[in-house]
């Protein structure tokens, strides 16, 4: 981590202690296991949602929800699950429960479901659109299948999670549906600039429509998490605003965070091969930076880029990326998204005691790439 | 046609007379008009709903749709618009209208259109999935911007659906948003069964698995729409289920005369070249009843289904399909399902003056194979 980030971050951190403090005392392990321990409770409280919405399916559906999901193999016996981190469930929990407390919470749950129900359909068909072979360890969806299965599982997800939303009693029910229906536009248009963008030639790309993107693409569901979950404590129209910027700033850090690792990460941790974006030629934040920086390195990265992956490149194709600022440019934006989701949460939830399961969450997905 | 299915058919109309009558002047004349008029005012109420909703979605997703419904050429100029027939939100339209009259019609404007994005997103799936090149006389949309972009555009349109009638203040509009989401996961399984059938070899086929992947694929969307719109005329339960009844039998005889047409109709009017489901070793309704007929015909059609399609085989496939009876079973199903359809109705609308435009509507869908 650059010195700039470092700073950038701490300075996050006090205007965390600037809307109240939990205390000094072993920030970075603590907030590690607080941030795993709200995952953790979360997915204990959410699975059996999911998996009772998912056990409505018909069965052709259903195998290809369970395979994805991690809970069965690709011959449908049991698998012991790995359903990534769920942090957006997490999210929709932790903004009830900092809105309206437990009864929140537990009135939420389902939302929490519905919320990533509609992530994991668009990873379907992102996986499908994308032709990406490995996702959370193991073949995609779509490798196993096929393209019209993992594509109709994905459009059955995407009507179990409104349909989940809108028999819900509470009265918040109405709202959450049409929110969550606006998102999945506004990610389904983050996917269409993405890809769009692929197809273009690098020189053609600038760093504000790759940033437009990705917040769409990411930023949108974890800000609707967050929105959802204010909708279910009963919110004012002005807290629910709020609480979605959080997220989005929150999931615009992430993304940058999480292409930093797709570029820099141990495969063992990602789950995806080594060089994978770079093979795909992906003008993934950190390499839309390093091509618009205007440095020498930003010159040999275009021709890397010009011409097909080779596997021997990939070392010399993440110096030029790192020489050209593209990483120290990732973490600075990821720092500076992560300073304005603060702010956005303290308008919010001026009190940090009550913010904390948010802040938590929101600090340990930016903090992935130590 | 066979005059066994015009017994089947007259006897429909008998039935249709027992629950009351219109009286018995120039009765398949008067009723085409009847129900082309119907159409055409279902059309001129919904458009502009539909229009306004396409109208909300990014750009990158609106081109998309406004090609595919034929209001945008590929370059995005203007065209004419030819987006079929728009059975489903007249459905909608009839069904409110009979259960609850001109306010009910003017209250369910929106979840019609609701029905009909629904419609759309499949379509623009299904034609991915069975890379399908043309329809309603066109290119399919995933030809011309690619597989991406039409996926995209319809998972957008099924949020748009979902999204649009959760926000409708309607009393009907939760129970609606969950009817129509369960509707889309069935006709996901309809379409997988659909696609997995096609990789299977046609002697395992069976007629019975068939006829329940046409109700799922094609019944249950026709019958949904006639329960939101029963819905939305504030219907008792027992009155939505018995129009579900009917919108799906008369949605299964509509998917056999498809079929039919798909196989003898002239290219002309269908917007499909001739023989394009035969090319496609299709395992349409009337081919697995004629595969499965026990003839001499049968076994002429699957030695001809084994080979690959030769464009001199056409006249010869169709004639074993005939010959093995598949033409006419197809057509005196399509005659029993209408009857059961009117079985339906009239158990919900005992006044046929009431189930007029339903009735007027489910004999058009079954009288196009003229």
Known sequence: MTSAVRDQRSGAR?????????????????????AAAILERSRASVDPELRAAIDLLPASMR?????????????????????????????????????????????????????????????????????????????????????????????????LALGLLAADPHPASAAAVARVAACVVELCAGQQADTAMERRGPADITLDEVLVMAEAKTGALLGCACAVGALY??????????????GRQAGLAFQLIDDVIGLWGDPLHTGKPAGADLAARKKSLPVVAALTSGTPA??????????PYEPADLDRTLLAVERAGGR???????????????????????????????????????????
């Open 298 to 307: 930003a010159g040999e990265l275009a021709e890397l880029y010009a011409a």
């Open 233 to 246: 404590a009963g919110a004012a129209e002005e807290d629910v605003e709020a609480l979605d910027a959080f």
């Open 328 to 370: 120290e440019w990732a973490q600075e934006q990821a720092a500076d998204r992560m300073a304005r989701a603060m702010h956005e949460l303290a308008r919010a939830i001026p009190d940090p005691e009550s913010a904390g399961g948010l802040l938590c969450l929101a600090e340990f997905v930016t903090r992935r790439s130590n």
């Open 63 to 159: 195998r290809v929800a369970l395979y994805h999901f991690g809970w069965e193999h690709a011959d449908g016996t049991a698998a012991a699950g790995n359903a990534g981190k769920a942090i957006r469930p997490a999210l929709v929990l932790a903004a009830a429960t900092a809105l309206g407390g437990p009864a929140a919470r537990a009135a939420a749950l389902r939302a929490a479901a519905a919320v990533e129900l509609v992530h994991n359909f668009t990873l379907l068909h992102d996986d499908v659109m994308d032709r990406d072979t490995t996702r959370r360890h193991r073949p995609t969806a779509w490798t196993v299948f096929g393209d019209a299965d993992a594509i109709l599982a994905g459009d059955a997800l995407q009507a």
């Open 14 to 34: 006090e205007r965390r202690g600037s809307i109240g403090s939990q205390g000094d005392s072993g920030r970075v392990p603590v907030d590690t296991h607080e």
